[in-house]
């Protein structure tokens, strides 16, 4: 079982770049940046595997997480942004999944261990929405050349589970052009909690409107709960943080806003890797209520891919080079998984039937 990551350390950094990174090495095979006759995305699989993804029917990246469902109801402000028919409903359902974003099913939940979160909305006329977000502020990789080189520096010991500190330095030491990323990455606070937490989508989409007005978009997905920083460590109880959000689950619907940030002329927007303007404008273009979660072994997203490339007419991408291919790694992943046996995960279905912490776990 892996150790979890110290804050501020190259292994927490690893932990954090980690699975968009796999996605980037793919990237690169498809683009023809890399020699066709040495990579394969079967060989990015054996990647995974070596990052400490088992071959036991778990996601390579984002392993360990949880499912929940409810409704979304969008805003006036996001259907004068986009005309897609999610934002025309109201109520329309919505399946969620929280997880840890390492490779590793079994890894025991920490502050400092990066968060994500992934969503599909749907509509009953069948536009379908989906995101892939995490916690951190910006993309530890700026294009396929960056994120091939990490990925390939970022390989975990199969003693410690941890990266090697130097090629972790090596590679950013290289790349001076991801120092805001990096020290961003440092500055971040770790809420208490996945209910009071905060998740971004790194990478920018193109929203448009009835009148065919194209406006150019980060996502944030911001959570209602108010902001506790996280101390200490849960070692005492190993999924402290799935049966938190369990428990209040149990008590009242959480809700997050769906926010975005309008990029505004310089803004980088095909570069994930660079902060926005701090001035440009935010807008609220509706809200996600989760009501009931479920265990991994036994929920309605085990089988689902939550490729951000999937959108309904109104949503597009961008250039973002990141975000080109990833449906291609999305589904060789699902294909490889789908493939195994798949074995019990941490969260198991009495975590969440009886969500009892550890005795003396406060999970701070």
Not at 43 to 61: I, K
Not at 267 to 285: C, E, G, I, L, R
Not at 304 to 333: C, H, N, W
Request: glycine share 6%.
């Amino acid at each position: 079982m892996a150790r979890s990551p110290h804050s501020a350390s190259p292994a927490r950094w690893a932990a954090v770049i980690l699975p968009p990174l796999c996605l980037g090495g793919f990237l690169a095979w498809s683009a023809g940046l890399l020699t066709p006759a040495s990579i394969s995305p079967s060989h990015f699989m054996q990647r995974f595997h070596n990052a400490g993804a088992p071959n036991t029917g778990f996601r390579r990246a984002h392993a360990k997480g949880m499912c929940v469902t409810g409704w979304f109801d969008p805003s006036p402000e996001g259907r004068a942004l986009s005309h897609a028919g999610v934002f025309k409903g109201e109520h329309l359902p919505v399946i969620g999944r929280f997880s840890l974003a390492p490779p590793l099913p079994y890894l025991p939940d920490n502050p400092n261990i990066a968060r994500s979160l992934a969503l599909q909305i749907r509509t009953p006329s069948g536009d379908d929405w989906r995101m892939a977000l995490v916690d951190v502020p910006l993309q530890s990789m700026r294009d396929i050349a960056d994120a091939y080189a990490f990925f390939k520096a970022a390989r975990l010991d199969p003693v410690t589970h941890k990266p090697d500190p130097e090629a972790v330095k090596a590679y950013a030491a290289q790349r001076p052009w991801l120092n805001t990323a990096f020290e961003q990455a440092k500055a971040h606070q770790q809420p208490s909690d996945l209910t009071n937490d905060t998740y971004n989508s790194l990478d920018s989409f193109i929203l448009t409107n009835d009148a065919g007005k194209k406006t150019a978009v980060r996502w944030a997905v911001q959570a209602k709960e108010p902001f506790r920083p996280a101390e200490g460590s849960g070692a005492n109880d190993g999924n402290y943080l799935f049966k938190r959000l369990v428990q209040t689950l149990d008590e009242r619907p959480l809700s997050w806003d769906i926010v975005a940030t309008i990029a505004r002329e310089g803004d980088p927007v095909n570069d994930p890797s660079q902060p926005w303007n701090d001035a440009d404008q935010k807008v609220t273009v509706g809200t996600v209520t989760f009501t009931k979660a479920y265990s991994e072994d036994e929920n309605p997203c085990g089988p689902m891919v939550f490729d951000p490339t999937i959108l309904p007419e109104g949503i597009s991408v961008s250039q973002d080079p990141l975000l080109a291919l990833r449906a291609s790694v999305y589904m060789k992943s699902y294909a490889t998984r789908s493939a195994e046996h798949k074995t019990p995960s941490m969260v198991t279905p009495n975590d969440v039937a009886n969500p009892t912490l550890t005795s003396d776990e406060k999970g701070q």
